[in-house]
């Protein structure tokens, strides 16, 4: 299912704290609303974390999203058909720990989960017929474990979408306030680094002006740093964090709706 030796130590960020405020999981279960489906992915053995599927037609593209921190799958029940009338299906994958999910959320899990939520993601749609482009998405957060996929597991995907994320980790070392001299941290920051760099899916980008967590800034260095040949940065003017969707609406998912049109 995933090669757990090939991952850089994530989990050195959980024993040195620094992983501490990245996560508000929040419990929450759910009927799934007519015409979607729930679904339970197990990521490690007896631990299993919960995923909503919102299908459109077989024949369109297919997004497995990660969300942002304090969201939960279910959260997306209002959202999805904004997705499908753009012509994309949606599925939305929690974390441990997070809605209808087992476990507790940690930093090397939040990168590890992503492989067997893709496998699921992938056997669903098989399953189904689903015969359209797949992509994954990341937003905010979620842009870390939708990063690592496009970097690691890229065979049976069109493209990366992240939204109001940056996922590199040179950031969390600042918010920590870890010295550059801290020579493990800056061994993961530049094994991270080195993942990324592997990303040659095309990739769109979607971030808020004035976002006031993640700054443009930092989705700016991002974009900069990406070797794809195919990256779009899509500034949503006048949009913090969390109001991305609705100040940009238009623009937001004119944007989406062009980017999966070549899946």
């Known amino acids: 299912m995933r090669d757990l030796q090939s991952l850089p130590d994530y989990a050195l960020l959980d024993r040195r704290g620094l992983a501490q405020g990245l996560f508000y999981p929040r419990r929450q279960v759910s009927r799934p609303p007519p015409g979607s489906t729930d679904h339970r992915v ?51 994958a929690d974390y441990r720990g997070y809605g209808g999910s087992d476990g507790a959320p940690s930093f090397a899990s939040l990168i590890a989960d992503a492989h067997p939520v893709l496998a699921g993601f992938h056997a669903l749609l098989d399953e189904k017929g689903f015969a359209g482009g797949r992509f994954v998405m990341g937003r905010s957060l979620g842009s870390l474990p939708a990063a690592e996929l496009a970097a690691a597991a890229s065979q049976r995907l069109a493209g990366l979408i992240v939204e109001s994320g940056a996922p590199d980790l040179a950031r969390l070392r600042e918010r920590a306030g870890v010295a550059a001299s801290d020579a493990e941290i800056t061994g993961l920051i530049e094994a991270h680094a080195q993942r990324l760099a592997a990303i040659r899916l095309p990739v769109l980008q979607i971030h ?56």
């Open 208 to 263: 808020g002006e004035w976002d006031e967590i993640i700054p443009l800034r930092h989705g700016v260095a991002f974009h900069q740093q990406l070797a794809t040949d195919e990256k779009e940065l899509v500034m949503i003017p006048g949009a913090g964090h969390n109001d991305i969707g609705w100040v940009g609406r238009e623009l937001y998912f004119e944007a989406l709706a062009r980017f999966i049109a070549r899946g």
């Open 42 to 92: 197990e990521v490690e053995e007896g631990v299993r974390v919960a995923c909503r599927f919102y299908p459109l037609d077989p024949s369109r593209p297919a997004l497995l999203l990660f969300h942002g921190n304090g969201e939960i799958a279910s959260d997306y029940d209002g959202i999805a058909p904004l997705y499908h009338r753009i012509g994309a299906s949606l599925f939305v």
